[in-house]
């Protein structure tokens, strides 16, 4: 009975081994990228950083635009479960709020903590699109799944009957103001606290979407 019980646990042992190395790599990647940039940063680079070889980048994430895929997915969830970031429990609590003030209070909270894994991230995908492809499709997806998100988002606040602005209003006002750019110039250069650019966030949002 011994084998059978050995060899599962040497399989669960694997698999466990290469999910770790798969966040090495992850991590090392988003460093890479924020720091170098994505058009400076080579396979090479991530596998001595991550401390593996380049073979096994490739074997995990097949080439460098597929890694920075997996790089934004894990940034934006804040782990490496293929959950979209709508079904997540913590945001599907955002959406089962029933005053929207409050709502958009908590969303402002989420999107901040958001912010801090996902901002310098995206302004380096940002300063790379002009000169690599992967990096402008890249870009181009972040935006067309963000506004998708904030349709839903928009959608759900005309349900609850106490926007004062119409729905396809509070998805771009949503939208605009969740790419990045105002927590970075907000936080990182004017040196703001997280909290207080969730609460303003929140603020601003309120004063411009209800009545």
Request: charged share 30%; with cysteine.
């Given at each position: 009975?011994?084998?059978?019980?050995?060899?599962?646990?040497?399989?669960?042992?694997?698999?466990?081994?290469?999910?770790?190395?798969?966040?090495?790599?992850?991590?090392?990647?988003?460093?890479?990228?924020?720091?170098?940039?994505?058009?400076?940063?080579?396979?090479?680079?991530?596998?001595?950083?991550a401390g593996v070889a380049p073979e096994t980048v490739y074997a995990a994430f097949?080439n460098k635009p597929a890694l920075l895929h997996r790089v934004w997915d894990v940034?934006?969830?804040?782990?490496?479960?293929?959950?979209?970031?709508?079904?997540?429990?913590?945001?599907?609590?955002?959406?089962?709020?029933?005053?929207?003030?409050?709502?958009?209070?908590?969303?402002?909270?989420?999107n901040t903590a958001a912010m801090r894994r996902t901002a310098r991230l995206h302004?380096?995908?940002?300063?790379?699109?002009?000169?690599?492809?992967?990096?402008?499709?890249?870009?181009?997806?972040?935006?067309?799944?963000?506004?998708?998100?904030?349709?839903?988002?928009?959608?759900?606040?005309?349900?609850?009957?106490?926007?004062?602005?119409?729905?396809?209003?509070?998805?771009?006002?949503?939208?605009?103001?969740?790419?990045?750019?105002?927590?970075?110039?907000?936080?990182?250069?004017?040196?703001?606290?997280?909290?207080?650019?969730?609460?303003?966030?929140?603020?601003?949002?309120?004063?411009?979407?209800?009545?």
């Amino acid at each position: 009975m011994s084998g059978p019980v050995k060899r599962q646990y040497d399989s669960s042992r694997r698999r466990e081994q290469a999910r770790e190395t798969r966040r090495r790599i992850l991590g090392a990647a988003h460093e890479l990228f924020v720091t170098r940039g994505y058009g400076r940063t080579t396979i090479a680079d991530v596998a001595a950083e991550a401390g593996v070889a380049p073979e096994t980048v490739y074997a995990a994430f097949k080439n460098k635009p597929a890694l920075l895929h997996r790089v934004w997915d894990v940034a934006v969830g804040g782990d490496d479960r293929d959950v979209p970031l709508l079904e997540r429990p913590e945001l599907r609590a955002v959406l089962a709020e029933p005053d929207l003030r409050a709502r958009f209070a908590a969303l402002a909270v989420f999107n901040t903590a958001a912010m801090r894994r996902t901002a310098r991230l995206h302004l380096a995908v940002r300063g790379a699109a002009a000169s690599e492809p992967a990096a402008a499709a890249m870009l181009e997806e972040i935006d067309r799944q963000r506004l998708a998100a904030m349709a839903e988002h928009a959608r759900a606040a005309a349900g609850t009957g106490q926007l004062a602005v119409p729905e396809d209003e509070c998805r771009d006002v949503l939208w605009s103001t969740t790419d990045g750019t105002l927590w970075h110039q907000l936080v990182e250069r004017r040196e703001w606290s997280d909290e207080r650019y969730a609460a303003w966030l929140g603020r601003l949002w309120a004063a411009a979407l209800l009545p």
